[in-house]
């Protein structure tokens, strides 16, 4: 089953996430929903039939849990300011599509971030979107070209050290996209929608700046883990870390820009 994002990084602070999933609920939405707090995350699926299912990973407690009691405790973490909601649906007909979309884009969230945007309101629409969210499009695209720059640089120097000792880094990034693929739907190889083959990298146009440096974490850092576990491979992990930290290091101005220079140097600390 294919899936795409329908909508990433909305602000806790201003997307009451109980309302949402009433509302896709409603429309017998079939996909997922992904909360990203300070080391808390959880996803609240929806299947067909109306089916609900929600899990929460605390990674401070080390919890892990399923059911009614994650979905309350889901909606009650939501309710913090300065979280993440992401959005993704499974593919859809056609002629259905539009009616999910209107989920994004009705009149609700459209008033609610004029009110936002213009000091109409002083207090926190259910789906009213922050000023700092009306982006300009030319800058945001920029940015996603420069920080594709950067993986891609980032994806080759770990291949060349990979290769110095007769290894094949693409097929460890094909098998770390698998395995992420729960998290991020569209890591997985039916989906084609991020691809790193023969030194050259494809990015899916609906994939986010936020988004590809969210899955590029989560790849690079389930890849070195690996190395650090392997007592064989410890050269390599220096290797690939040492090539790392050059490219972070040239590219500091735009993880600066992007506020992600601290996430990925803490891949590569020693």
């Known amino acids: 089953m294919n899936v795409y994002p329908i909508h990433q990084n909305l602000n806790t602070s201003f997307v009451d996430l109980g309302s949402l999933v009433k509302h896709l ?22 299947r067909p039939r109306n089916q609900v299912h929600a899990r929460e990973y605390d990674h401070l407690a080390g919890r892990l849990q399923d059911g009614e009691t994650a979905l309350r405790n889901i909606l009650g973490r939501a309710k913090e300011p300065n979280g993440r909601i992401h959005v993704f649906s499974e593919e859809v007909p056609p002629q259905t599509r539009k009616q999910l979309n209107r989920v994004f884009v009705d009149e609700a969230i459209v008033s609610g971030a004029r009110k936002m945007a213009f ?18 499009i030319a800058s945001i695209n920029r940015d996603r070209e420069e920080f594709k720059e950067l993986v891609l640089e980032i994806l080759k120097n ?15 990034f094909y098998k770390a996209c698998k395995v992420n693929s729960d998290r991020f739907p569209f890591l997985a190889p039916e989906a084609s929608a991020l691809e790193f083959k023969e030194g050259r ?35 390599l992990f220096d290797q690939t870390t040492y090539r790392m930290r050059t490219v972070l290091a040239r590219r500091s101005r735009l993880l600066d820009r992007l ?8 891949l590569v600390d020693d």
């Open 201 to 235: 990298l494809y990015v899916s146009e609906n994939i986010t700046a936020g988004q590809l440096a969210d899955a590029l974490s989560a790849l690079l850092g389930h890849i070195l883990l690996r190395l650090r576990q392997s007592r064989e491979n410890s050269l």
């Open 259 to 266: 506020a992600l220079r601290r996430r990925f140097e803490e």
């Open 158 to 172: 770990a291949s060349a050290a990979f290769e110095t000792q007769g290894l094949d880094f693409e097929l460890l």
């Open 119 to 136: 000091g109409f309101c002083d207090t926190n629409a259910s789906y009213g979107l922050a000023d700092s969210d009306i982006l300009d």
């Open 25 to 46: 609920y409603s429309l017998q939405f079939i996909g997922r929903v992904h909360l990203e707090l300070s080391a808390y995350e959880a996803d609240i699926v929806f």
